[in-house]
C-alpha cells in the first residue's frame, strides 16, 4: 500500500507520517482496502464491484462516491502499431470520500500515472474529486496520437486498394475494426461516468470540479467522435475491398470468355474434320493440311484483333 499527501504538490508519505486532516490517496489491493476500511460505507458494494472489474462508472452516495475503471493502455512506443497498441488494459475500483480518495486494484500499473501527477503543482482548494478527474484525465494523453496513426494505416490501406488487391488485407483491417469496436464503448463510458460526477447529486462536487469534469466530458466526447469517423473509413475500405475482388473475378471471367470465343471455331473445324467421311475431298488433297492450318491461324489473329479493338484484351 502506498499514501499520498495531496496540497498544493502530491507527496508520497508513509503510513506513520500521515499529517491531521489533510487529504490523502491510497493506492492499494482489494485486500488491503478490505482491512483498512472496516467503516467505510458500502464497503460491500465496494468490494462486489472490484470482483468484475469490465466498464466504467461512477454511483453517487450522500457522502461518498465509488466506482470502477477499465482503461485500454495506449502506450507511447505502440502509437505507431496500431493493431498492437490495446493488447494491454488497466483495472481498478475507486472509492471517493471527503479527505481520502482508495485507488484499488493494479497498483503497479497506477504507479506511473500517480508519479506523473506528483510533477504538477495543484491549487489549494482543490478537492479529491478534483484531483481524480485531473487523474482520469492523464489515461487519454497518448489517445489522439493513436488515432492519428490508425487514421494513417487506413490511409495506407486504402492506397494499396487503388493498385490491386493487397495480400492479408483482412488480417490487417480486422484487428484496426476490433479495437474501434472497444474504443468506442470506452468513450461512451468515460461520457456517462462524467455525466453522473456532474450531477453532484450529494454535493461533494464544487463548481471547479464540474468544469473539469465538463472538459474531461467534451474530450471523451471529441475522440468518440472520431472513432466513428475511423469506423466509418473501415467499412468503406471493406466496401472498396469486395469491389476490388470482384473486378479481379470479371477480368478473370472476361479473359476465360476471351480465350474460350477465341478456340471456338478451331474446336469446330477439329469436329468437322474428324469426322473422315469418305468423299471429303479434303482427305486427299496434297495441301489439304496446310490450307486448314493457315485457316486456323487467320481465325486466331483475326479473333485476336477484333477483341483488342473492343478492349476485350
Known sequence: MKLFCLDTL????????????????YLLDAAAFSKIAEGVPHKKKVLQDLSVVQYCKAELYGSCILGMIEVPLIKTENCDAPQKALTERLHFGFFIEKNALFLIGETEKLLPYMHRMKENRFSASLTLPGFFCMLFNSFFENDAAYLQNLENKLAAIEDSLTEDVPKGFRKQIFPLRKNLMHLDAYYDECIALCAAMRANTNGMLTEEDLLSYGYLCDRATRLAGRVDYLREYVLQLRETYRES??????????????????????????????????????????????????LSLAIVIIEIVFFKKHHLL
Do not use: C, H
Open 245 to 294: 475482388l470482384d473486378e479481379r473475378q470479371n477480368k478473370n471471367t472476361t479473359l476465360l470468355a476471351v480465350v474460350s470465343a477465341v478456340f471456338l471455331p478451331l474446336s469446330l473445324l477439329a469436329g468437322w474434320y474428324g469426322m473422315n467421311f469418305r468423299n471429303m475431298p479434303e482427305l486427299n488433297s496434297e495441301y489439304g493440311y496446310p490450307i486448314v492450318f493457315v
Open 10 to 25: 502530491l507527496r508520497e508519505v508513509a503510513e506513520s507520517d500521515v499529517p491531521e486532516n489533510s487529504k490523502i490517496v
